[in-house]
């Protein structure tokens, strides 16, 4: 699948939201930006926005997609079918005890992805070394290969015990099942996840197995499509990999969105801070949520995640969802508290204000009311809604009648609920793991990304906002940005102790993972490696993560564990040198670094600043009444424009809101910085 990749051209990043897909090409005159309606299938508006960005010649994609996502959220994936060692087909339903609810009386959980009847036993088992306790029973295989056809199965998720240890049982029954069911699928955890912890591995190999077929048709018809352009789609990791290993992998896929947009966010600091470690916390407002990241200088990466109430044991780049977005309907619960979200109005009917049928006030019809929007400069134009301000403020009026608040302060009120969700989601990236957020710049993006921004700056001690020239499409341009990446993992399983004696066993599980890396990047390049490994105080049932020099020698490993105890006081607090250590995995990933896109620089301006403005108009940010605020077409905004708070900035795809006590300044890269 796919043409053979390059890096020559100058690629389209292509982003698919839930209600627009994002274009971005970097090109001699600037960035070329396109926002297209999302369609059902997703490649039609990819294929449909490509006319618009590309130019006289086929540019190279790279995609950011939702389809594994939807899969999972909407339960629409295959028809899958489990196979595991004898007395362990309910792994997958009984998961692990916690309990998200700690005082619900009747907790429920979301049903497995594969019910009990296509949950499969075969006789075969191995020991905790990977050693044969029980041979692997063919006849029965070959019985099995019967039933799943008859069961009309779409896809098949093959997890052995300790077969991370030795993955020759499930090897054979894939060879076995392929004979039977040649046009089915096939997931091997031995292959997709070598790593202990049976319920992740299953539930992870489950995911992947689940929306695999669909995953891969989409991504086969946009192939065919795009005809000779190169594909490169991105993960959860924040790097991007080719169309084949994403149809065959598609579980690393669950994050594709996000991952950009933090991806995209570093990027755009490196280049503004001139630095290759900015220390950066992230905000991606949409129309539904917000996600959240702290970047200490690099994309923060996690391997514990969860999508859908499923685990996800991929590494994934580390980012928190709340459900606060432009489209988060406001209400009055039970108690006669203003609430807001996580229900959305989505993009259909929307908010009120998008006069397509809403009438539960939304977030977006707060910022109306209070002026900070304006029916004429609109996300995507003008022309693409028939703005209905009217019906926003009835409904933002009868929200305030039942809390006894006129409709402004009411307006207010919707604001500082939503933005209490996203403080608390920003305190928990930092605060809460042991980072002051005072020591860091907020880049917002999204839609509704700058609206709220400064707000939550300043009710976190931060002093500076950092806003993308095209914020609004943010996630598309850092697909720009990926790195072609494909990370792997060997258990090891085994006292630092005895490896720092030694590593030979370090070394072997390098090798190997070093091999499978090779294999996936083999035709983007030689992959520069870096190690990981995770580690645990003997007894503990968590994980850290710590770098891994090369080569692999006993003084790198015995640094690996000292700089385990340092990132271990830093987490929690507390640290023991003299507790024995265990190394519980290697952790390998290639990459192929990707010329960076040239992104547009310039000089300072001699154009006066009044060029730019639009006007003044009302503007409330306090309920004792509004504030005469000049507004701004970003787009006549250049290098040196200097604006005083308050005021407001309308451009294409976002708009940016400087209160009073804030100034903004137009640098070289056309970002705007904010300050107190």
């Not at 618009?52 to 899969?71: L, R, S």
């Not at 994980?543 to 105890?565: G, M, Q």
């Not at 005083?644 to 451009?651: E, K, N, R």
């Not at 400087?658 to 107190?676: F, K, L, S, Y």
């Given at each position: 699948?796919?043409t053979s990749?390059t890096?020559?051209?100058s690629p389209?990043?292509?982003?698919?939201?839930?209600?627009?897909t994002d274009?971005?090409?970097v090109?001699?005159e600037?960035?070329?930006?396109h926002?297209?309606?999302t369609s059902?299938?997703?490649?039609?508006?990819?294929?449909?926005?490509?006319e618009a960005?590309e130019g006289?010649?086929?540019?190279?994609?790279v995609?950011g997609t939702?389809?594994?996502t939807n899969?999972?959220?909407?339960?629409?994936?295959?028809?899958?079918?489990?196979?595991?060692?004898?007395?362990?087909?309910?792994?997958?339903?009984?998961?692990?005890?916690n309990?998200?609810d700690?005082?619900?009386?009747?907790p429920s959980?979301?049903?497995?992805?594969?019910?009990?009847?296509?949950r499969h036993?075969?006789?075969?088992?191995?020991?905790?070394?990977?050693?044969?306790?029980?041979?692997l029973d063919e006849?029965?295989?070959?019985?099995?290969g019967?039933?799943?056809a008859?069961?009309?199965?779409e896809?098949?998720?093959?997890?052995f015990?300790?077969?991370?240890?030795n993955?020759t049982?499930?090897?054979?029954?894939?060879?076995?099942?392929?004979?039977a069911l040649?046009?089915?699928?096939i997931?091997?955890?031995?292959?997709?996840?070598?790593?202990y912890?049976?319920?992740?591995?299953?539930?992870?190999?489950?995911v992947n197995?689940?929306v695999r077929p669909?995953?891969a048709?989409?991504l086969?018809?946009l192939?065919d499509?795009?005809?000779?352009?190169?594909v490169r789609v991105m993960?959860s990791?924040?790097?991007t990999?080719?169309l084949d290993?994403?149809?065959?992998?598609?579980?690393?896929l669950?994050l594709?969105?996000?991952?950009g947009g933090?991806v995209g966010?570093?990027?755009?600091?490196?280049?503004?801070?001139e630095?290759d470690t900015?220390r950066i916390m992230?905000?991606?407002?949409?129309?539904?949520s917000a996600?959240?990241?702290?970047?200490?200088?690099?994309v923060?990466r996690?391997?514990?995640?969860?999508i859908?109430?499923?685990?996800?044991r991929l590494?994934s780049?580390d980012?928190?969802t709340v459900?606060?977005?432009g489209?988060s309907?406001?209400?009055v619960?039970?108690?006669?508290?203003l609430?807001?979200?996580?229900e959305?109005?989505g993009?259909?009917?929307g908010?009120?204000c998008?006069g397509?049928?809403?009438?539960e006030?939304?977030?977006?019809?707060?910022?109306?009311v209070?002026?900070?929007l304006?029916?004429?400069h609109?996300l995507g134009g003008?022309d693409?809604l028939?703005m209905?301000p009217?019906?926003a403020?009835?409904?933002?009026?009868?929200?305030?009648?039942?809390i006894d608040?006129?409709?402004?302060e009411?307006?207010?009120?919707?604001?500082?609920?939503?933005n209490a969700?996203?403080?608390?989601?920003?305190?928990r990236v930092?605060?809460?793991?042991?980072?002051?957020p005072?020591?860091?710049?907020?880049?917002?993006f999204?839609?509704?990304g700058?609206?709220?921004?400064?707000?939550l700056a300043e009710?976190l001690g931060?002093?500076?906002v950092l806003?993308p020239p095209?914020?609004?499409?943010?996630?598309?341009?850092?697909?720009?940005?990926?790195d072609?990446?494909?990370?792997?993992?060997?258990?090891?399983?085994?006292?630092?102790e005895a490896?720092m004696?030694?590593?030979?066993?370090l070394?072997?599980?390098?090798?190997a993972?070093?091999?499978g890396?090779?294999?996936v990047?083999?035709?983007?390049?030689?992959?520069?490696?870096?190690?990981?490994?995770?580690?645990r105080?003997?007894?503990?049932?968590?994980?850290?993560?710590?770098?891994?020099?090369t080569?692999v020698?006993?003084?790198?490993?015995?640094?690996?564990v000292?700089?385990?105890?340092?990132?271990?006081?830093e987490?929690?607090?507390h640290a023991?040198?003299?507790?024995?250590v265990?190394?519980v995995?290697?952790?390998?990933?290639?990459?192929?670094?990707?010329?960076?896109?040239?992104l547009?620089q310039?000089?300072?301006?001699?154009?006066?600043?009044?060029?730019?403005?639009?006007?003044?108009r009302?503007?409330?940010?306090?309920?004792?009444?509004?504030?005469?605020?000049?507004a701004?077409?970003?787009?006549?905004?250049?290098h040196?424009?200097?604006?005083?708070g308050?005021a407001?900035?309308h451009?294409?795809?976002?708009?940016?809101?400087?209160p009073?006590?804030?100034?903004?300044h137009?640098?070289?890269?056309?970002?705007?910085?904010?300050e107190?």
């Amino acid at each position: 699948m796919g043409t053979s990749p390059t890096f020559s051209k100058s690629p389209v990043g292509v982003d698919v939201g839930g209600t627009f897909t994002d274009f971005v090409r970097v090109t001699d005159e600037g960035l070329r930006v396109h926002k297209e309606p999302t369609s059902d299938p997703q490649h039609e508006a990819v294929v449909g926005g490509m006319e618009a960005v590309e130019g006289d010649t086929e540019a190279p994609v790279v995609h950011g997609t939702t389809a594994a996502t939807n899969a999972l959220l909407e339960r629409q994936g295959a028809r899958t079918a489990l196979v595991t060692t004898e007395g362990f087909s309910d792994v997958l339903a009984i998961g692990r005890q916690n309990r998200p609810d700690l005082y619900d009386l009747h907790p429920s959980r979301p049903a497995p992805l594969v019910p009990e009847e296509r949950r499969h036993e075969v006789l075969e088992r191995l020991s905790a070394a990977g050693e044969t306790l029980t041979p692997l029973d063919e006849a029965a295989v070959r019985r099995l290969g019967d039933t799943l056809a008859e069961q009309n199965v779409e896809s098949i998720a093959l997890v052995f015990l300790f077969s991370y240890l030795n993955s020759t049982h499930e090897e054979r029954v894939a060879q076995l099942l392929r004979e039977a069911l040649p046009d089915v699928p096939i997931t091997r955890s031995s292959a997709l996840l070598p790593e202990y912890r049976e319920y992740e591995r299953t539930a992870t190999t489950v995911v992947n197995a689940y929306v695999r077929p669909q995953v891969a048709r989409y991504l086969r018809r946009l192939d065919d499509e795009l005809g000779s352009r190169s594909v490169r789609v991105m993960q959860s990791n924040g790097g991007t990999i080719g169309l084949d290993t994403a149809a065959d992998e598609p579980a690393r896929l669950a994050l594709s969105g996000p991952a950009g947009g933090v991806v995209g966010a570093l990027g755009v600091a490196r280049r503004a801070f001139e630095t290759d470690t900015p220390r950066i916390m992230t905000l991606d407002m949409g129309g539904t949520s917000a996600d959240v990241a702290l970047c200490d200088g690099a994309v923060p990466r996690t391997t514990e995640h969860t999508i859908a109430d499923l685990p996800l044991r991929l590494p994934s780049t580390d980012i928190h969802t709340v459900g606060a977005g432009g489209g988060s309907i406001a209400h009055v619960d039970a108690g006669g508290s203003l609430r807001v979200g996580p229900e959305s109005a989505g993009a259909e009917p929307g908010p009120v204000c998008y006069g397509r049928g809403g009438t539960e006030p939304t977030v977006t019809d707060a910022h109306l009311v209070l002026g900070r929007l304006h029916p004429d400069h609109v996300l995507g134009g003008a022309d693409t809604l028939d703005m209905a301000p009217e019906a926003a403020r009835t409904a933002v009026t009868e929200l305030g009648t039942r809390i006894d608040r006129f409709p402004e302060e009411a307006a207010l009120g919707i604001l500082r609920v939503a933005n209490a969700t996203m403080e608390r989601a920003l305190r928990r990236v930092s605060i809460e793991r042991g980072h002051d957020p005072r020591d860091y710049t907020l880049v917002p993006f999204g839609g509704a990304g700058p609206l709220h921004a400064v707000a939550l700056a300043e009710a976190l001690g931060m002093e500076r906002v950092l806003i993308p020239p095209t914020p609004g499409v943010l996630s598309a341009l850092g697909l720009l940005m990926a790195d072609v990446v494909y990370d792997t993992a060997r258990a090891v399983l085994a006292r630092a102790e005895a490896l720092m004696d030694d590593p030979s066993p370090l070394m072997e599980a390098r090798e190997a993972a070093a091999h499978g890396v090779r294999s996936v990047l083999d035709d983007y390049g030689d992959p520069m490696l870096d190690l990981e490994l995770d580690l645990r105080y003997a007894g503990q049932s968590y994980e850290l993560s710590v770098p891994l020099e090369t080569p692999v020698t006993s003084d790198h490993v015995a640094d690996a564990v000292a700089d385990f105890h340092e990132r271990h006081r830093e987490r929690y607090g507390h640290a023991d040198p003299d507790e024995s250590v265990e190394i519980v995995a290697l952790r390998v990933r290639g990459r192929v670094a990707v010329p960076p896109p040239e992104l547009p620089q310039e000089p300072k301006t001699d154009q006066p600043l009044d060029a730019a403005r639009l006007g003044t108009r009302p503007v409330w940010f306090e309920p004792e009444g509004p504030t005469e605020t000049p507004a701004y077409a970003r787009t006549n905004l250049q290098h040196g424009h200097m604006i005083d708070g308050p005021a407001i900035l309308h451009q294409y795809d976002t708009t940016i809101v400087v209160p009073p006590g804030w100034h903004a300044h137009i640098d070289a890269r056309q970002n705007v910085r904010i300050e107190r």
